[in-house]
């Protein structure tokens, strides 16, 4: 059994944004760093407790040069970086699953911590065939084309909603309840940290229940940027798309791959 945990920074207990900035530009983006890493270590000892043969850590907030590394499991192997050819790098069909830990509700959720789909500053949201999609949905689907399947997430309530959303059946944790952008109230961090480890393993127990999540192929995917001169940019160019109204760009996809 071969797992990918992919970890962001937003989702992790007792981490909000900062007012009128990002969560890289908030006092509380040490602790996020720190509890990021202990949340995925939690995940990646439940899964080689649970059996697993390897754990891929993927390092993928911003820049992807976030957690401490050497707190992990020194079982696990570590993506970390960007260039690599596409999403969950090291991820093939061998593998069982993908697990999302500190990730968080795409654009327009209401009350969820730090929502947003990639850029906070650029994006006003992401649709999908008229459907909008955040970075969870993005990354299962990525995940679907190799035939394997989201099994567990940890995030602040909304995001865990989502979650069972799309992909029904997901084992969750919730790690705090959002109340808008900088505002929760979080479980304690050790306790999720419990939670999560216990999750993990109930997620690798009902795997074989699992689904690969999968995105409409060929699909029309649209951004609605904040910024009327970040849609003029993405209509224009090699890569550019259709400008549908001043402020909101599709492309026709034969696969999210070709954007992913």
């Not at 229940?209 to 849609?231: D, G």
């Amino acid at each position: 059994m071969k797992f990918v945990v992919a970890v962001d920074c937003e989702g992790p207990a007792c981490v909000v944004g900062s007012p009128g900035g990002s969560l890289t530009d908030s006092r509380n983006f040490a602790f996020a760093r720190l509890q990021a890493t202990r949340e995925a270590d939690a995940a990646a000892r439940g899964l080689f407790d649970a059996g697993a043969t390897q754990v891929i850590v993927w390092d993928n907030h911003g820049g992807s040069l976030n957690l401490d590394y050497d707190l992990l499991d020194e079982r696990c192997d570590i993506a970390l970086g960007v260039g690599f050819p596409h999403r969950w790098p090291g991820l093939d069909a061998t593998f069982s699953g993908v697990l999302f830990v500190g990730y968080h509700a795409m654009d327009n959720t209401a009350d969820a911590n730090i929502a947003h789909s990639f850029s906070s500053a650029a994006y006003q949201w992401m649709k999908v065939d008229g459907v909008e999609v955040g970075e969870m949905a993005i990354d299962a689907a990525v995940a679907g084309l190799l035939g394997v399947p989201p099994l567990f997430c940890a995030s602040d309530d909304k995001a865990v909603q989502e979650a069972a959303h799309f992909f029904p059946g997901i084992e969750t944790v919730t790690t705090k309840t959002g109340f808008g952008w900088n505002a929760a109230v979080s479980k304690h961090p050790r306790r999720v940290v419990r939670e999560i480890y216990k999750g993990v393993q109930r997620a690798v127990a009902r795997r074989e229940t699992s689904r690969p999540f999968q995105l409409p192929s060929p699909m029309t995917y649209e951004i609605r940027y904040k910024r009327i001169e970040h849609a003029e940019a993405a209509s224009r160019g090699m890569r550019a798309g259709e400008r549908v109204d001043p402020y909101t760009v599709q492309w026709q996809l034969d696969s999210i791959t070709d954007r992913f």
